[in-house]
């Protein structure tokens, strides 16, 4: 079965960093399209980032410049390098990712999301 993990959340102050790693686990044949979202309280779920299977990239406003995402290829990990946090990055991030399995069948997976608290 395909499973994503998140890891790397916690508390920072303003001005910090974080690395999140967003991890698939299973029979992989390839991870595709990986996307991350946040979700504060009272507000929807909401794009913050997102990298292809070839490396290309695209970034909220609100983030650009501060946060990069990377991977290595189309079965490792990805990491959203999260730089000069803000209070208002607060939130719990998720890891979205479309995944083949080694029978190639499709899975758009979820992560179970892990908590980035900037606070002073």
């Known amino acids: 079965q395909v499973q994503l993990v998140e890891s790397g959340g916690g508390l920072v102050q303003p001005g910090g960093s974080l690395r999140l790693s967003c991890v698939a686990t299973?029979?992989?044949?390839?991870?595709?399209?990986v996307a991350w979202y946040r979700q504060a309280p009272g507000n929807e779920r909401a794009l913050v980032a997102a990298?292809?299977?070839?490396?290309?990239?695209n970034y909220v406003d609100s983030v650009k410049g501060r946060f990069t995402l990377s991977r290595d290829n189309a079965k490792s990990p990805v990491y959203l390098q999260m730089n000069n946090l803000k209070p208002e990055d607060t939130a719990v991030y998720y890891c979205?990712?479309?995944?083949?399995?080694?029978?190639?069948?499709?899975?758009?997976?979820w992560g179970q999301g892990t908590q980035v608290t900037v606070s002073s």
């Open positions: 979205n990712a479309k995944i083949t399995d080694d029978l190639r069948y499709q899975y758009d997976s």
């Open positions: 299973g029979n992989i044949f390839s991870i595709n399209d």
């Open positions: 990298i292809t299977w070839d490396g290309n990239t």
